[in-house]
């Protein structure tokens, strides 16, 4: 059946990385650095000052970013030139977006001082993705994720910040909001988070399975069989991508039959 031609199938998902590419040529690069004897780069230090309550957190945020709101903030990777608007600074420490940072183990005080450094964190940061605004809003052209690793009171973290790439007549402007703060992953976390995520999607929207009936099935061993078939796969492409991995950080390109040949 054409969804289970293998080589198809993780040719069309390694195609899709494009993330994780920029990833291991960012890899690379730094590799590269760590050779030549360069300076490796510094992981950017926070500190909070104990509990504080919302009221003086807001307070302390409000006269730290006033005075850098609708001034340019250039990112020293991409060159990109954004701007913080009071709209954006509003949202960053609304209560959904504190939320979220507090699910993903973080205090309220590390969300505030984070925020607090949106500035410093966009210049340093790196560019993880780009892809077109999936809410299909007209005034966004693409969505830019970038991503810092900052270390709060000792403990690290990843600042995801987005900019908005926007157009004024045919000017193209970048604004800014702080996404999420995380907990740093592996590589191979990542790289299995996202093809399993792919694997998902791609599977759903096979030809054969318009009513969803791959994933389920009323016959047992069929059901067993399909789940076997995925294994098999997400285990075989999650060893392509460590390969890929180690023939870019090497060799600084991959060669997708060669490492099939491998993991076949």
Partial sequence: HPVFKKEQELADKLARYETLRIEFAQEAKNAKKGESGEVKEKVFELHTDGVKTYKQL?????????????????????????????????????????????????????????????????????????????????????????????????????????????????????????????????????ANKADMADFTKHTSEAPHNPSGEFIKSDTPNSTTNKTHIQDDMQNETSQIIELAKKDLLKNGNYNLDELMDKVG
Avoid: W
């Avoid at 607090?116 to 994720?145: C, M, Q, T, W």
């Fill in 58 to 190: 807001n307070e302390e945020f409000k006269a730290t970013i006033t005075p850098i709101l609708n001034t340019d903030i250039t990112n020293k990777e991409t060159g990109i030139i954004a701007r913080i608007s009071s709209n954006e600074s509003k949202k960053m420490i609304s209560k959904k977006a504190i939320d979220k940072t507090l699910t993903n183990g973080f205090s309220k005080e590390e969300h505030f001082k984070v925020a607090e450094n949106i500035k410093y964190l966009f210049v340093e940061s790196k560019l993880r993705e780009k892809h077109p605004d999936e809410k299909g809003r007209k005034e966004v052209a693409n969505i830019l994720r970038f991503e810092k690793e900052v270390e709060l009171d000792g403990n690290k973290a990843i600042a995801k910040i987005t900019a908005f790439e926007k157009y004024e007549g045919n000017n193209k402007i970048y604004s800014l909001e702080l996404e999420s703060l995380e907990k740093p992953i592996s590589s191979s976390q990542s």
